[in-house]
């Protein structure tokens, strides 16, 4: 199971930051971690996976702003995104998946989400 | 990128109907790593086939995906009341990994 959370409401230029727990097992068990997010009455829009190794791989519309980390000792992984403008404000999902696995498991579990505000 | 267009945008029909939904690739999708998901209001997506046509854990058998290369394709034969709702392909094969614009399954 995975469980987001940080602050509903961050600021124009601020950072946004998600941490997303993962339970019933260890981070390792799974290669890919993602993080996807979800803009109101919109689409769904991936935003980059962590390896359990610790390598990342982010979308090219977000890159220059996005951060994933990984903290094993914690079963969890973050999401680091600077400058942010209301075009990010969205609900912000994390996932068990990533390009390039095909397997029952890859985007079987999410989130439940958390609703992000860009707001002053 | 490879962009995936679904089409059509909404689908109206009723309950015992077969549905249809399209996703169209303007790159051929590597090792047909194609997923559907199901998205209610409030929800996070739900898997409901990976590899083009496996169906993911627990989903029942009139989900099928078909489909290679560009054109895929979700069926859903004898739509149940609980079917109706917005349905998301996703391409991962490649990088970045990307999701059609949606379906919507309205109730006639």
């Known amino acids: 199971q995975l469980q987001e959370s940080g602050p509903g409401l961050v600021k124009p230029s601020g950072t946004l930051s998600l941490t997303c727990a993962v339970s019933?097992?260890?981070?390792?068990?799974?290669?890919?971690w993602s993080w996807v997010r979800q803009a109101p009455g919109k689409g769904l829009e991936w935003i980059g996976e962590?390896?359990?190794?610790?390598?990342?791989n982010y979308n090219p519309s977000l890159v220059s702003r996005v951060t994933i980390s990984l903290e094993r000792s914690k079963n969890q992984f973050s999401l680091n995104l600077s400058s942010v403008t209301a075009a990010d404000t969205a609900v912000y999902y994390c996932a068990r998946g990533g390009v390039g696995l095909s397997t029952p498991e890859n985007f079987d579990s999410w989130g439940q989400g958390t609703l992000v505000t860009v707001s002053s | 990128e490879n962009v995936l267009t679904q089409s059509p945008g909404t689908l109206s029909l009723s309950p015992g109907e077969r549905a249809t939904l399209s996703c169209r690739a303007s790159e051929r999708v590597i090792n047909n790593y194609v997923a559907w998901f199901q998205q209610k209001p409030g929800q996070p997506p739900r898997l409901l086939i990976y590899g083009a046509s496996d169906r993911a854990t627990g989903i029942p058998d009139r989900f099928r995906g078909s489909g290679s290369r560009t054109d895929f394709t979700l069926s859903i034969s004898r739509l149940e009341p609980e079917d109706f709702a917005v349905y998301y392909c996703?391409?991962?094969?490649?990088?970045?990994?990307?999701f059609g614009q949606g379906t919507r399954l309205d109730l006639k």
């Open positions: 019933g097992g260890p981070i390792s068990s799974y290669n890919w």
């Open positions: 996703q391409q991962y094969g490649d990088s970045p990994l990307t």
């Open positions: 962590i390896f359990h190794g610790g390598s990342t």
